[in-house]
């Protein structure tokens, strides 16, 4: 994976690299035609004839010393006249040393022991400073003009993410952001979008728990109504019963989905603590009867109310569901601690064993239960970091050790 740090961090320096670069080698040409400079007009100061000597002599002199270089000089008396020249013409220097540039080419001059001026310029083919602050301009703007898109490029998909979550926010749940490069900002919008489908799952799970609680509450409710109604003239035992039956289903209902809602809504643990799952299974095997347990102590790590509820919610369902005998293991495995509870019932069809954790679901012909115990089952086990299964008339959870 491309980091993102390393790539700006790279550019940067590679932006430098080439900017010290080109500053170097202009400063090297600078510097090596003032050498070139300084030796012509040293080499020029040894040869030239005397001051006294003619004009035409002087400017024989100073042919005969340029001979094959292609460097414009001029030599001026103390007074500022001129006595030779070769190649363009120069003016009269104000200072001894750097004079700057003429033509876009460096000019040196050097004021003689005997008070002449000698004034030199480079060769044409020879590049003066304005040509490499030239180039070093261009290389500038080939930078900028290179970083541009890449900083814009990472902007703009720092934008669209952000588009992403302000739609979410505004309540469009099935907003995602496209996954582009393969850097941090890649890895933000995989989270993104991760924890919006976990959001569009988990609300709509709330709406469809919500609609099929509303409709499974209907149907106790009105026995109840009904025999409230009856047992204003007598009730017999039997009306009693059944009433008393009801309002502990509607109780037990209410309470599954409450705490259905409330794994959903809560990502950790309450409580965690060593639990032995053999002595956890044997108190709640002692609640029914036809219950056989096998198994050797196993310890694991959670919240000993939730475990307790994932064992009696498998107990209930082999009770209602199944037929007794039912027995129920712990045993230790590679992968974690596992209870299984088996039945001597018909089993679950091979293409239903999935959907039988899927809250409100009943098999045809199922007896009484509103559908969520086996859906606790599933999100129990995996808030202990294990896996629920079904595998016809046993059930098994695996729990990490």
Excluded at 300 to 329: C, F, Y
Aim: aromatic share 4%; glycine share 10%; charged share 25%.
């Amino acid at each position: 994976m491309r980091r993102l740090h390393l790539r700006i961090y790279l550019a940067v320096v590679a932006s430098l690299a080439v900017f010290a670069l080109a500053a170097a080698l202009l400063w090297l040409g600078l510097a090596e035609s003032a050498l070139g400079l300084t030796r012509v007009t040293a080499l020029l100061q040894n040869v030239l004839s005397s001051p006294g000597a003619s004009v035409t002599e002087q400017q024989t002199v100073l042919e005969r010393a340029l001979r094959g270089l292609d460097v414009d000089a001029s030599l001026f008396a103390a007074d500022g006249a001129p006595l030779a020249s070769v190649g363009a013409r120069l003016r009269v220097p104000e200072k001894e040393g750097w004079q700057g540039t003429v033509g876009g080419r460096p000019v040196w001059a050097l004021r003689l022991p005997d008070g002449r001026w000698l004034a030199a310029r480079m060769p044409r083919e020879r590049r003066g400073p304005g040509a490499g602050l030239l180039a070093l301009a261009l290389i500038l703007g080939a930078v900028g003009v290179g970083t541009y898109p890449v900083v814009r490029g990472l902007t703009q998909r720092l934008e669209r993410l952000q588009a992403g979550v302000e739609s979410l926010g505004a309540g469009e749940l099935s907003a995602r952001v496209k996954v582009e490069g393969d850097d941090e900002v890649a890895r933000l919008a995989e989270s993104f979008n991760r924890a919006a489908a976990r959001i569009e799952q988990l609300v709509g799970a709330h709406k469809s728990l919500l609609a099929s609680a509303s409709h499974e509450l209907r149907t106790p409710l009105a026995r109840i109504r009904m025999a409230v109604e009856l047992t204003k003239d007598a009730a017999g035992p039997e009306r009693k019963r059944e009433l008393e039956k009801d309002i502990a289903e509607l109780d037990e209902m209410i309470d599954e989905i409450l705490l259905a809602s409330r794994l959903d809504a809560v990502r950790e643990l309450e409580a965690v603590e060593e639990v032995d799952l053999l002595a956890l299974a044997a108190e709640e095997c002692a609640r029914y009867d036809e219950v056989e347990l096998d198994g050797q102590p196993a310890t694991v790590r959670g919240d000993p109310r939730l475990l307790r509820r994932m064992i009696r919610n498998l107990l209930e369902n082999a009770r209602r569901h199944g037929a007794p005998p039912i027995g129920v293991r712990v045993s230790g495995a590679p992968q974690g601690t596992a209870i299984t509870v088996c039945d001597h019932g018909p089993g679950v069809p091979e293409a239903e064993r999935d959907r039988v954790f899927e809250p409100f679901y009943r098999l045809a012909g199922s007896r009484g239960g509103a559908g969520i115990g086996l859906s606790l089952v599933r999100q129990i086990a995996k808030r202990h970091g294990g896996e629920a299964r079904c595998e016809g008339n046993c059930f098994s959870v695996t729990l990490r050790p």
